[in-house]
């Protein structure tokens, strides 16, 4: 591990070795602090990458919103007879008016169980049915029903499938607690089989005279949601309401316009440095905004054909390049929400297309996210020769501190020779001059 060096107690007299070895680390540093501005211009980019990911990456979900039928699909429903049934449409639902004839309701099982005047219940009592589609039984010996009960709570298998409903302590009722033929519950209390109260069925209806049936009394048919609540007969009808699709629209422009702007920012041309984007001349980013402008401009697919473009969405280019909406569109708002409902892809197929084509450029192994990787790859390069290169100027600094702390000591012995050798020829010459 690097440590700091210290010199005060290798200075001598003649030398600041401090100095003269802080003066020399400065140019030996020079290539360090290249290597620093590299690695901030490299962490500059990969900011401006991260913007522009976070600019491609709403543009993606502006354009998959209106690729998405269903968010331009909306219906209204109503039954004649709210008793019978409550109806609601789902989003693949067809208009029109559906005659719902419910004749039977789904229903679970049921047994009363009766415990005469203070005669203890004792016995044994078995219950049978199917546990994801096999026959299981479950035998219990119970002194009375409140026994019975505590056992049936207890009883992993059971629980949320049969239950004992106590009334008091000498009556209540065991009952199923799902619905259908096939969750029918059986019951035998010391061996003999006991006749269901309500036996376990199906719900069945006829749907314009075609018959239907389920284990709940909730169905989906024909992308209605329905909910059975009595036998009889009601009238549903459905009808398609339109979905302003304005505010899709708007935030494809938006989107769109903010990824464009960004792009530009980062990419600038300009003799003057402080001017010049930082991914200027970035080939990857250019090719992706011509891919894109590409694919807005059409044709769009769909249900209506290859002929739609971005002005059947009531929108084109400004001459600088922005999406904006159109001065004189002939595309009415009912117009724009039925083409949108119906299936429009912003590209030429449901494979090629703009979300897509975004999509895989922000995954790994894509143009944009393979762009930013390979400049993390730079900063870690650059990250590795810095720390290199920081443990040799620990060592070139130990060196010159050494050289000169032996220079600083040598020019101290010589000076102190030289001031005794003076000292002996001044005497010398006292000497003489007294003889």
């Not at 030996?28 to 590299?38: C, D, F, G, K």
């Not at 039977?104 to 099982?109: E, G, R």
């Not at 056992?151 to 106590?166: H, K, P, T, Y």
């Not at 083409?339 to 892809?345: C, E, N, P, Q």
């Amino acid at each position: 591990m690097a440590t700091a060096i210290n010199t005060a107690a290798l200075t001598g007299s003649s030398l600041d070795v401090k100095s003269i070895v802080s003066q020399l680390m400065q140019v030996e540093r020079r290539p360090i602090e290249a290597l620093q501005s590299r690695l901030d211009s490299s962490g500059v980019r990969i900011t401006a990458l991260g913007n522009l990911q976070s600019k491609f990456s709403a543009l993606q979900d502006a354009v998959e919103f209106l690729q998405t039928p269903d968010n331009f699909k909306s219906f209204s429903t109503s039954s004649s007879n709210s008793g019978v049934l409550g109806a609601a449409a789902g989003s693949d639902a067809v208009p029109g008016l559906y005659e719902v004839n419910v004749l039977t309701l789904a229903s679970a099982s049921r047994y009363a169980l009766i415990q005469p005047g203070t005669q203890s219940q004792a016995g044994t009592y078995e219950i049978g049915l199917s546990i994801d589609g096999q026959a299981r039984s479950f035998s219990f010996s119970a002194s009375s029903l409140t026994d019975l009960q505590s056992q049936i709570e207890a009883n992993s298998d059971l629980r949320g499938r049969v239950s004992l409903a106590l009334i008091d302590s000498q009556r209540g009722f065991l009952q199923g607690l799902e619905t259908g033929a096939a969750k029918a519950v059986t019951l035998k209390v010391n061996a003999v089989t006991q006749t269901a109260d309500v036996e376990a069925g199906d719900a069945r209806l006829t749907v314009g005279g075609l018959d239907v049936q389920n284990a709940e009394n909730r169905f989906e048919v024909l992308g209605l949601d329905l909910n059975l609540l009595d036998t009889g007969t009601s009238r549903v009808t459905v009808r398609r309401e339109r979905v302003d699709a304005s505010v899709a629209i708007d935030n494809l422009v938006s989107a769109y316009n903010q990824m464009l702007a960004e792009y530009k920012l980062q990419t600038a041309s300009s003799v003057e440095s402080d001017a010049r984007g930082v991914l200027n001349s970035d080939s990857t980013l250019s090719g992706m905004v011509q891919q894109i402008n590409q694919l807005l401009r059409g044709p769009f697919s769909g249900a209506g054909g290859s002929s739609q473009g971005l002005a059947d969405l009531g929108l084109e280019f400004s001459r600088n390049g922005q999406l904006v909406r159109m001065s004189a569109s002939t595309v009415s708002a009912t117009q724009l929400s039925d083409r949108l409902a119906d299936g429009l892809v912003l590209g030429p197929s449901s494979s090629q297309n703009l979300a897509s084509f975004v999509e895989q450029a922000l995954s790994f192994g894509g143009a944009l996210s393979e762009r930013v990787e390979a400049e993390k790859s730079i900063q870690r390069d650059l990250l590795d020769k810095q720390s290199l290169l920081e443990e040799k100027m620990l060592e070139i600094e130990r060196r010159y501190t050494s050289q000169y702390a032996a220079l600083d000591a040598l020019l101290f012995r010589l000076k102190t020779t030289s001031t005794a050798l003076e000292s002996a020829l001044d005497a010398l010459t006292a000497s003489m001059k007294n003889d």
